[in-house]
């Protein structure tokens, strides 16, 4: 079993910047992938990215603006976001999977999720 919890959502204007984190307890040495996915009203939920050893995959509305990162040591994740946009406002999810993944940005295939952490981007 593996915990997710996430923290560091808010509230910030658009051009502004967040870091999301996400730490990872109990069985984390069958982690294969972490990601980042995130979910607004109405929408359906997106893969963001997603990290495995030296790949990290982005949505490609995400390129150039966020960066996922992590910390083996400390068994964390984060999500630093920059340039962010009123369209970015979501609820922000943590996720791990014990397996490789063929579709890495697929929420379908990931076993433990966090939480939630809100990101709210006013114009």
């Known amino acids: 079993q593996v915990q997710l919890v996430e923290s560091g959502g808010g509230s910030v204007q658009a051009g502004g910047s967040l870091r999301l984190s996400c730490a990872a307890s109990g069985d984390t040495s069958s982690i294969k992938y972490m990601g980042w996915f995130r979910q607004a009203p109405g929408k359906e939920r997106e893969g963001v990215a997603a990290?495995?050893?030296?790949?990290?995959y982005y949505l490609d509305s995400v390129k150039g603006r966020f960066t996922m990162s992590q910390d083996n040591a400390k068994n964390t994740v984060a999500l630093q976001m920059s340039s962010l946009k009123p369209e970015d406002t979501a609820m922000y999810y943590c996720?791990?999977?014990?397996?490789?993944?063929?579709?890495?940005?697929?929420?379908?295939?990931?076993?433990?999720w966090g939480q939630g952490t809100q990101v709210t981007v006013s114009s």
């Open positions: 990290t495995y050893r030296d790949f990290t």
């Open positions: 996720a791990a999977s014990e397996a490789v993944l063929s579709y890495p940005r697929r929420g379908s295939d990931y076993t433990y």
